[in-house]
């Protein structure tokens, strides 16, 4: 069914039906009604090929996240793929793994695929972002959601991190604990900057001592790789003279590891060791003890993300703010609970 049968059965001209289709001012209500009725009717599909051939656009918009075995990134995307497929858009999913050399690969690939604009989230090992700097001096439009680097000036959508660590640490505090270790990601991206100086402020805001041996880097490459880290630093902070009696989970992947390491090592939560962290887990509330935890808007900021870059693409973007910030919530459960 093309435009031109629906145009031959209302008798009706194909620029007429094709303005009706596209709700243009220069057709009456009760012809759009007509033509978009009929259309329903008979099942007709766009061609958004040509659609895309005629504009010039290829109407796909790139995304290149760390790894798609990751409930907060799903929850991402799943908000990415709403707001393209509303507003006629495909999307091409790549994985970076959180390796940098994978992360440029994939960027050459999608600008290869004539992509329209390119929503990226950075990988941890990224340490500059030169290529993307390249691209956008190319004139392909970027935004950054949930991590980003200030080394870059384009739109990004994220939580406020500083705040939200700072929420978490002030949790343990106000429960009872002060000496709060705390497992990171180890990357130089804004995000993780940003978690570790809500912490530090946190506690000196309610002048405790910064003990530096109880920030732990965590390595996110692999899970392997992830849970021996996590391993090797909890045996650091077990070894130490005063080691913390809580502990502060700074991304997704260590969130939910190490609840069960914890445990595979001895330790009964919160007895032992209190337990926050971020993470959008499903789970969070089912696991033994119930874990505590940031919740951050994934699918809203997946949403935010791809509607700003399509607005920037149609040339419609009128948000003022370079960095749009969406509200994170602390879930208090019983894995950071007050100990009597």
């Known amino acids: 069914m093309t435009l031109r049968d629906i145009a031959k059965a209302l008798n009706l001209s194909t620029s007429t039906v094709s303005k009706?289709?596209?709700?243009?001012?220069?057709?009456?209500?009760?012809?759009?009604?007509?033509?978009?009725?009929?259309?329903?009717?008979?099942?007709?599909?766009?061609?958004?090929?040509?659609?895309?051939?005629?504009?010039?656009?290829?109407?796909?918009?790139?995304?290149?996240?760390?790894?798609i075995d990751n409930s907060f990134v799903s929850q991402m995307l799943n908000g990415i793929d709403r707001a393209c497929n509303e507003r006629g858009y495909s999307i091409m999913i790549m994985q970076s793994?959180?390796?940098?050399?994978?992360?440029?690969?994939?960027?050459?690939?999608?600008?290869?695929?004539?992509?329209?604009?390119?929503?990226?989230?950075?990988?941890?090992?990224?340490?500059?972002?030169?290529?993307?700097?390249?691209?956008?001096?190319?004139?392909?439009?970027?935004?950054?959601?949930?991590?980003?680097?200030?080394?870059?000036?384009?739109?990004?959508?994220s939580i406020n991190n500083l705040d939200a660590a700072y929420q978490a640490t002030e949790h343990l505090i106000k429960n009872g604990y002060t000496r709060i270790a705390v497992l990171h990601s180890n990357t130089s991206l804004n995000i993780n900057i940003q978690r570790l100086e809500g912490y530090k402020k946190a506690l000196r805001d309610h002048r405790i001592e910064l003990m530096d041996e109880y920030i732990q880097p965590c390595n996110l490459q692999t899970t392997a790789l992830l849970e021996e880290s996590i391993h090797q630093a909890m045996q650091k902070l077990s070894a130490?003279?005063?080691?913390?009696?809580?502990?502060?989970?700074?991304?997704?992947?260590?969130?939910?590891?190490?609840?069960?390491?914890?445990?595979?090592?001895?330790?009964?939560?919160?007895?032992?060791?209190a337990l926050i962290g971020f993470t959008n887990t499903s789970l969070a509330n089912s696991l033994h003890p119930p874990l505590s935890t940031?919740?951050?808007?994934?699918?809203?900021?997946?949403?935010?993300?791809?509607?700003?870059l399509i607005d920037i693409i149609e040339g419609t973007d009128e948000e003022e703010k370079q960095t749009v910030y969406l509200a994170a919530q602390l879930h208090e459960r019983a894995s950071s609970r007050r100990l009597v």
Request: charged share 25%; hydrophobic share 35%.
């Open 97 to 157: 793994k959180e390796s940098h050399v994978q992360e440029i690969k994939c960027t050459e690939v999608l600008y290869g695929r004539s992509i329209d604009g390119l929503l990226i989230s950075p990988a941890c090992e990224t340490p500059n972002v030169d290529h993307l700097k390249k691209f956008q001096q190319l004139g392909l439009p970027i935004v950054l959601f949930d991590r980003y680097s200030d080394e870059l000036d384009v739109p990004r959508v």
């Open 20 to 67: 009706a289709l596209r709700d243009s001012y220069e057709i009456g209500e009760d012809t759009k009604k007509r033509v978009i009725a009929y259309a329903e009717q008979v099942g007709y599909q766009p061609n958004t090929l040509a659609k895309s051939l005629k504009e010039g656009k290829s109407r796909t918009i790139g995304v290149v996240i760390c790894a």
């Open 294 to 308: 940031i919740y951050q808007p994934a699918i809203a900021i997946g949403e935010a993300a791809a509607n700003r």
């Open 240 to 273: 130490l003279t005063v080691p913390p009696t809580a502990l502060l989970t700074l991304s997704d992947q260590i969130s939910t590891s190490s609840i069960s390491i914890l445990q595979e090592m001895g330790y009964q939560i919160p007895q032992d060791m």
